[in-house]
């Protein structure tokens, strides 16, 4: 079946550092999405990647897609404390409904 | 639109009793989806429906699991008898598309405890 890969499944980082989390998955995608959750919320939107080797920029967030349309990054320029969460890769495979990924929990030390 | 509205907010109940979840999702979005999350087992999906017609329940876990979606503004989830296994939060979601083109709107959730 259909599966895909969230490392790492958590990641405690200074404010101010780097972050990125990997989406991989074992067959080709037809469009992946990043979500973010906060402690005791709900998933929430952030972007849909289509293209192969597509990249996007939501202010201090990047997201790539991998040219082969198997995998999927999303790197976090200088944390900040309101990045805490759960990030959550959603991924379509052509043809089938959405799954989610496990998700990467990221907390911050200010 | 005030987004995917679900209810109640929280539910306690004994093992052995009925528990109805409930969901109003955006308007306009034809597909609504019931997810269930766990520590365990992060977000599964339970069934889905597009244009209010059920178009995948294997994600259904038992016969103790059923959904419905008698219109296209209101969908809801049962479980019946509920065991303390199906503790979990269960969040709704709605889109315009099956693969979530434009992104899942998620409802804020049903946290059940069985106990």
């Known amino acids: 079946g259909q599966q895909v890969m969230q490392i790492p499944q958590y990641q405690h980082v200074q404010e101010g550092e780097d972050f990125t989390t990997y989406c991989n998955s074992s067959?080709?995608?037809?469009?992946i999405q990043w979500y973010k959750q906060r402690p005791g919320g709900h998933p929430v939107f952030l972007i849909q990647l289509v293209k192969s080797g597509e990249v996007k920029k939501q202010k201090r967030l990047t997201f790539q897609f991998g040219e082969a349309k198997k995998n999927s990054s999303l790197h976090i320029t200088a944390t900040q404390t309101t990045d805490v969460g759960t990030y959550f890769c959603?991924?379509?495979?052509?043809?089938?409904?959405?799954?989610f990924g496990a998700g990467t929990r990221l907390t911050v030390k200010p | 639109d005030a987004g995917v509205i679900q209810s109640p907010r929280h539910e306690v109940t004994e093992m052995g009793q009925e528990v109805t979840l409930r969901c109003k999702p955006i308007?306009?979005?034809?597909?609504l989806f019931w997810y269930r999350q766990t520590m365990m087992r992060g977000l599964e999906l339970l069934i889905y429906f597009n244009n209010n017609v059920p178009i995948d329940d294997s994600g259904m876990p038992e016969d103790r699991f059923s959904a419905k979606m008698p219109n296209a503004s209101f969908s809801t989830l049962k479980i019946q008898p509920s065991e303390p296994r199906d503790s979990a939060v269960y969040f709704c979601?709605?889109?315009?598309?099956?693969?979530?083109?434009?992104?899942?709107?998620f409802g804020s959730g049903t946290r059940l405890t069985v106990v």
């Open positions: 959603a991924v379509s495979v052509y043809n089938n409904d959405m799954r």
């Open positions: 308007s306009g979005h034809d597909y």
């Open positions: 979601a709605s889109s315009f598309m099956w693969d979530g083109s434009g992104g899942y709107t």
């Open positions: 067959t080709t995608l037809s469009n």
